[in-house]
């Protein structure tokens, strides 16, 4: 088991995080699910706590992650809804500095910037696309990542090109200047982050990952 570390997770019913959950609890981590309809859920495993509420709410935020040592999130944009991810990331970054809790790891799309990317066209071009089809949100996810990179705790934010479900396990390949796949294996990717949780190499740093291409 891995009782010593317990896991706040956001988003975890989404395409990428039921997959991550899923692998958590394959390797006994204590989990602490937040979802606004904790009622609609069929999760029935003594390792998973269901805490009601928002992301966007710091209320919500700060009872989740009590008692937990690592916060991990899939969170996706809501069909209809404002942009999530700043108001979110504020709430997170809040209550992790209040509750000392160092490490976070989060998903993102390509469409993000940083300052040692070298994108190539097709990252480019997603990008792109992603800025003409949904301005709001995708400058959203740009103020999210810098207000990580302002922030003082230890961040790593995975970016992610097309999402498999499937629980295949495929061998992966990560760059920190260019999107090195098309797709990527969402075990594959719900691997990747339960490593990063004791691993700093990609500490304060945003990973493209993708599905290693055969020669």
């Known amino acids: 088991m ?13 395409k990428a995080g039921k997959y991550l959950v899923k692998q958590l609890l394959l390797q006994n981590f204590p989990v602490k699910l937040l979802h606004r309809k904790p009622e609609l859920l069929q999760l029935y495993n003594p390792l998973i706590e269901i ?15 009590t008692g937990c040592d690592v916060v991990l ?12 991810f700043s108001d979110a990331t504020r709430n997170i ?3 992790m500095q209040s509750h000392r809790i160092p490490r976070y790891i989060t998903t993102a799309g390509l469409n993000v910037d ?13 990008t792109k696309w992603m800025y003409e089809n949904f301005p ?8 999210e990542y810098q207000l990580l990179a302002d922030g003082d705790i230890n961040w790593t934010m995975v970016r992610l090109p097309l999402i498999d479900q499937t629980d295949e396990v495929v061998e992966i390949t990560t760059s920190l200047q260019d999107c090195p796949g098309s797709n990527i294996s969402a075990t594959s990717l719900a691997l990747f982050m339960i490593a990063q949780i004791k691993s700093a190499e990609f500490v304060k740093q ?9 020669p």
């Open 73 to 84: 999130s899939c969170l996706s944009q809501p069909i209809g809804e404002p942009t999530i």
């Open 93 to 95: 970054l809040t209550a």
């Open 136 to 143: 709001q949100t995708t400058a959203d996810r740009q103020v």
């Open 2 to 14: 891995n009782p010593q570390i317990k896991v706040a997770v956001i988003g975890g019913t989404g």
């Open 114 to 126: 940083t300052p040692t990317d070298n994108k190539g066209p097709q990252a480019q071009f997603g």
């Open 51 to 65: 805490t009601k509420g928002d992301a966007r709410d710091l209320k919500a935020i700060l009872s989740l992650i």
């Open 206 to 214: 945003s990973p493209f990952i993708a599905n290693k291409q055969n």
